[in-house]
Nanobody, 122 residues
């Protein structure tokens, strides 16, 4: 059974940092794509960052230079280091996995975690 569990969310002041973790289980951490998404109240879910075994890393423009996605394949874990946080970053953050296409695309996000809340105060 494929499972994704996010952790690391919390309350932080603007300009601060948080590190989110996505712990994966139920598959071999070999050919994969794992993305971070976020959803704020009243807004659509948006992709934030992605890492894959095929095509590297992707970031949405609004977080470039501030967020870094990385993986520790031995630990089956993907991280999202978030620096210089802004109130606009406040959202529930989810990780998702594409285990069939193995690329950072809009297809095949078949597995999702339950989310972790990030709140950035001004």
């Amino acid at each position: 059974e494929v499972q994704l569990v996010e952790s690391g969310g919390g309350l932080v002041q603007a300009g601060g940092s948080l590190r989110l973790s996505c712990a994966a289980s139920g598959f071999t951490f070999d050919d994969y794509a794992i993305g971070w998404f976020r959803q704020a109240p009243g807004k659509e879910r948006e992709g934030v960052a992605c890492i894959s075994s095929s095509d590297g890393r992707y970031y949405v423009d609004s977080v470039k230079g501030r967020f870094t996605i990385s993986s520790d394949n031995a630990k089956n874990t993907v991280y999202l280091q978030m620096n210089s946080l802004k109130p606009e970053d406040t959202a529930v953050y989810y990780c998702a996995a594409d285990l069939t296409h193995h690329v950072c695309s809009g297809y095949g996000w078949d597995y999702w975690g339950k989310g972790t809340l990030v709140t950035v105060s001004s």
